[in-house]
């Protein structure tokens, strides 16, 4: 089991999975063909600016081992909207 991270919010415009690649757009679906189960599921509410509606954000935590950076995919409506870099995975 990786140790803790430290999210520092680096936007990413894509994440590689293999020979495949995820972006803006894609859907929940084709990030789990493409990428598999995360590694952590999450998620939040975020409340637009003059408006009493909240938008819910899915977000999804991949690693690929030791040494790597944590890749978080922020999607809205079931569609990649962000991918954000995280912190290192420590052993």
Not at 49 to 76: A, H, L, M, N, R
């Amino acid at each position: 089991m990786p140790g803790y991270f430290s999210l520092h919010s680096a936007a990413a415009t894509e994440l590689r999975c293999g020979n495949d690649l995820v972006g803006r757009g894609d859907f929940k679906a084709e990030v789990l063909l493409k990428c598999g189960e995360p590694f952590l599921k999450d998620r939040y509410y975020q409340s637009h600016s003059g408006s009493s509606e909240c938008e819910v954000v899915d977000q999804w935590t991949y690693e690929s081992g030791p040494g790597s950076f944590f890749k978080i995919v922020e999607f809205e409506r079931g569609v990649v909207v962000r991918i954000l870099t995280g912190g290192r995975v420590t052993p």
